[in-house]
């Protein structure tokens, strides 16, 4: 009997090592227009996003939004987007995607409180859905389609 893994890599998707923090969350590593970053894998999450300090370090060209952000226990958070970044995980790979940016201090604050790393941002279902995402929890992988 083929596994998981055997039968996804013969439909043309990408394996990514995936780790879990000590608060429960998959971490990921991804790499936006260029520059590597650590994520929080959430497929509770709408969209992908970035925090604001990570404008530059990413190269994004932020614009102002009416939209309000809310989760991880904050309500109406000021945000920005940004459009046309190129995204790579593993070797998946996309450009033209839509990153929201907003302040990311509460989710990095209760990290460090609970002694994981900050993060650059999450990882969301718009990004999962595209790239038609499979999670193996008991393996701890995330399979893309190239």
């Given at each position: 009997?083929?596994?998981?893994?055997?039968?996804l890599?013969?439909?043309?998707?990408?394996?990514?090592?995936?780790?879990?923090?000590?608060?429960?969350?998959f971490?990921?590593?991804?790499?936006?227009?260029?520059?590597?970053?650590?994520?929080?894998?959430?497929?509770?999450?709408?969209?992908?996003?970035?925090?604001?300090?990570?404008?530059?370090?990413?190269?994004?060209?932020?614009?102002?939004s009416?939209?309000?952000?809310?989760?991880?226990?904050?309500?109406?958070?000021?945000?920005?987007?940004?459009?046309?970044?190129?995204?790579?995980?593993?070797?998946?790979?996309?450009?033209?995607?839509?990153?929201?940016?907003?302040?990311?201090?509460?989710?990095n604050?209760?990290?460090?409180?609970h002694?994981?790393?900050?993060?650059?941002?999450?990882?969301g279902?718009?990004i999962?859905?595209?790239?038609?995402?499979?999670?193996?929890?008991?393996?701890?992988?995330?399979?893309?389609?190239?």
């Amino acid at each position: 009997m083929e596994t998981l893994q055997q039968f996804l890599e013969q439909k043309d998707y990408t394996k990514i090592k995936l780790h879990l923090t000590k608060t429960n969350h998959f971490e990921i590593k991804a790499t936006i227009n260029g520059k590597k970053g650590l994520f929080i894998l959430d497929t509770g999450a709408s969209s992908s996003c970035v925090g604001f300090e990570g404008i530059e370090t990413f190269k994004l060209q932020a614009e102002d939004s009416l939209i309000k952000a809310a989760g991880a226990g904050a309500i109406d958070m000021e945000t920005k987007t940004s459009k046309k970044n190129i995204v790579k995980i593993g070797k998946w790979s996309s450009n033209k995607v839509v990153l929201v940016l907003f302040n990311l201090t509460h989710v990095n604050t209760a990290l460090i409180n609970h002694n994981s790393k900050p993060v650059d941002g999450i990882i969301g279902a718009d990004i999962l859905k595209k790239a038609k995402a499979i999670i193996d929890y008991e393996k701890k992988y995330l399979y893309l389609k190239l």
